[in-house]
């Protein structure tokens, strides 16, 4: 077999078999195809797709490319959410511990951020010697002992996605859904859980803009995962406009603990509850309404806040930081953004904001890049809310203020007004499986 054959084969729009899409996946994970030809290959892909054969071939094959992890010896159904990325969007801080309180064995194994939207693992190394690099056993220990673990990807797990995904980002090839469902459930399938739930999101913030492809994505997910032995729900939910009210790292880690004491805004409280408790009717916990009714007391009675003190305890981060959000440091600059005009903030670009934040140093504009923790923007008014000519609508955070003019410009530049007030837009825009 020969990869230049299979690259011109997909390039005709013709059919690839199991083995020829194994042989790919295989042979550039241990380095005997170039990147050039890897690229090539997923071009090819990009511009003629994918057949659903193909994608459970190439998930199957990701999957394969390392260890499958086995978590069976640990007692009860291990479950876990994923969420296609978006901004603002650090609900599985919050969703982990619920579920976790609950009774569910929640193993997470979460990414950083990628282009305009944020990542969990960034996020929780925001937390004073948070580690996301737990061996295998220890990550099991954690799951087993305190009920949740969120950690990075490591290294013997699903490899074949780590290379792919590094590509796929500078080659242009990543917002294709044969790809990305391959590519998240490649890293799920491994994980050894029993339970998923997907988060995809849809809107200006998300690699999906419209509904119809989100719904495509979605459907596509539940079809491999089903396939695959795995219960699954994919949720379609709206990211039309940035989750919350912060974005930035350890903002948005302070947010989930808000969450978790029952004082976050009221969008991120809601997909909080949705998210936990689907993963918990998926599991055979009850009705929708207990199982809402579960997650809801959990975080009413302080367990959800005390899981997520304990995960953090576990995996080396300092408890003093949760106890006290105050001691999170504090970026040393920071500057308000004014209403342009009179009226109702009727668009907010949500992928504009997450540019904001990563030019303010909350993310990476090169792989290479160290983050900001302490950067980030706290949003004071959102799509629908009414607005005077200079009144604040957000405050950027960052610690040079020779950041600010370029972060200001793409902020305004997402912000769209109105005379009278826009149609609201219900947070959760579907259900798949
Ligand atoms: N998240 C992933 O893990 N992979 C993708 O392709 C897109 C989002």
């Given at each position: 077999m020969r990869v230049y054959d299979i690259i011109r084969k997909k390039r005709e729009g013709m059919e690839l078999t199991d083995g020829e899409i194994r042989f790919f996946v295989d042979g550039y994970t241990e380095g005997s195809i170039p990147d050039y030809q890897a690229s090539a290959f997923l071009m090819a892909a990009f511009l003629q797709g994918l057949s659903f054969q193909e994608t459970f071939s190439l998930t199957d094959?990701?999957?394969?490319?390392?260890?499958?992890?086995?978590?069976?010896?640990?007692?009860?159904?291990?479950?876990?959410?994923?969420?296609?990325?978006?901004?603002g969007d650090?609900?599985?801080?919050?969703?982990?511990?619920?579920?976790?309180?609950?009774?569910?064995k929640v193993a997470m194994m979460s990414g950083r951020g990628l282009g305009h939207t944020g990542g969990t693992l960034d996020k929780l190394e925001s937390i004073q010697g948070y580690r996301c690099d737990l061996s295998e056993g220890e990550f099991a220990r954690v799951v087993e002992r305190v009920g949740c673990s969120i950690i990075g990807q490591t290294a013997e797990l699903a490899p074949a996605d780590k290379k792919l995904y590094a590509l796929r980002d500078v080659t242009a090839t990543v917002d294709k859904k044969e790809l990305i469902a391959a590519s998240i459930l490649g890293k799920k399938l491994a994980e050894g859980i029993d339970c998923l739930v997907l988060d995809v999101k849809c809107g200006s913030g998300a690699f999906m803009k419209t509904e119809a492809d989100a719904r495509e994505l979605a459907s596509l997910m539940v079809r491999i995962a089903r396939e695959r032995g795995k219960k699954v729900t994919a949720l379609i939910t709206d990211m039309d406009a940035p989750l919350g009210n912060a974005v930035g790292n350890?903002?948005?880690?302070?947010?989930?603990?808000?969450?978790?004491?029952?004082?976050?805004?009221?969008?991120?409280?809601?997909?909080?509850?949705?998210?936990?408790?689907?993963?918990?009717?998926?599991?055979?916990?009850?009705?929708?309404?207990?199982?809402?009714?579960?997650?809801?007391r959990a975080v009413e009675s302080g367990a959800a806040f005390a899981k997520f003190k304990e995960m953090v305890g576990a995996q080396g981060g300092n408890v003093g930081w949760i106890e006290d959000t105050e001691l999170f440091p504090r970026a040393p600059c920071s500057r308000i953004v004014r209403a342009e005009r009179d009226g109702f903030i009727s668009h907010m670009d949500a992928e504009g904001y997450g540019t904001a934040a990563l030019l303010l140093g909350a993310g990476r504009q090169k792989k290479e890049d160290a983050i900001d923790y302490s950067a980030g923007i706290r949003i004071l008014k959102?799509?629908?809310?009414?607005?005077?000519?200079?009144?604040?609508?957000?405050v950027l955070f960052a610690s040079d203020e020779a950041l600010f003019p370029a972060a200001e410009?793409?902020?305004?530049?997402?912000?769209?007004?109105?005379?009278?007030?826009?149609?609201?837009?219900?947070?959760?825009?579907?259900?798949?499986?």
């Amino acid at each position: 077999m020969r990869v230049y054959d299979i690259i011109r084969k997909k390039r005709e729009g013709m059919e690839l078999t199991d083995g020829e899409i194994r042989f790919f996946v295989d042979g550039y994970t241990e380095g005997s195809i170039p990147d050039y030809q890897a690229s090539a290959f997923l071009m090819a892909a990009f511009l003629q797709g994918l057949s659903f054969q193909e994608t459970f071939s190439l998930t199957d094959a990701i999957v394969h490319s390392g260890k499958v992890l086995d978590l069976s010896r640990i007692p009860g159904i291990k479950a876990d959410k994923h969420s296609t990325g978006g901004v603002g969007d650090g609900v599985s801080l919050a969703v982990a511990p619920v579920a976790a309180a609950c009774g569910l064995k929640v193993a997470m194994m979460s990414g950083r951020g990628l282009g305009h939207t944020g990542g969990t693992l960034d996020k929780l190394e925001s937390i004073q010697g948070y580690r996301c690099d737990l061996s295998e056993g220890e990550f099991a220990r954690v799951v087993e002992r305190v009920g949740c673990s969120i950690i990075g990807q490591t290294a013997e797990l699903a490899p074949a996605d780590k290379k792919l995904y590094a590509l796929r980002d500078v080659t242009a090839t990543v917002d294709k859904k044969e790809l990305i469902a391959a590519s998240i459930l490649g890293k799920k399938l491994a994980e050894g859980i029993d339970c998923l739930v997907l988060d995809v999101k849809c809107g200006s913030g998300a690699f999906m803009k419209t509904e119809a492809d989100a719904r495509e994505l979605a459907s596509l997910m539940v079809r491999i995962a089903r396939e695959r032995g795995k219960k699954v729900t994919a949720l379609i939910t709206d990211m039309d406009a940035p989750l919350g009210n912060a974005v930035g790292n350890s903002m948005e880690v302070i947010e989930a603990i808000d969450c978790l004491r029952g004082r976050a805004p009221q969008d991120y409280t809601e997909l909080v509850y949705e998210l936990s408790s689907r993963m918990l009717l998926l599991a055979g916990y009850g009705t929708p309404e207990e199982c809402r009714t579960q997650c809801e007391r959990a975080v009413e009675s302080g367990a959800a806040f005390a899981k997520f003190k304990e995960m953090v305890g576990a995996q080396g981060g300092n408890v003093g930081w949760i106890e006290d959000t105050e001691l999170f440091p504090r970026a040393p600059c920071s500057r308000i953004v004014r209403a342009e005009r009179d009226g109702f903030i009727s668009h907010m670009d949500a992928e504009g904001y997450g540019t904001a934040a990563l030019l303010l140093g909350a993310g990476r504009q090169k792989k290479e890049d160290a983050i900001d923790y302490s950067a980030g923007i706290r949003i004071l008014k959102k799509t629908g809310d009414e607005v005077l000519e200079g009144d604040g609508i957000a405050v950027l955070f960052a610690s040079d203020e020779a950041l600010f003019p370029a972060a200001e410009k793409r902020l305004l530049a997402s912000v769209r007004y109105s005379d009278a007030p826009p149609p609201a837009r219900p947070l959760v825009l579907g259900v798949v499986g």
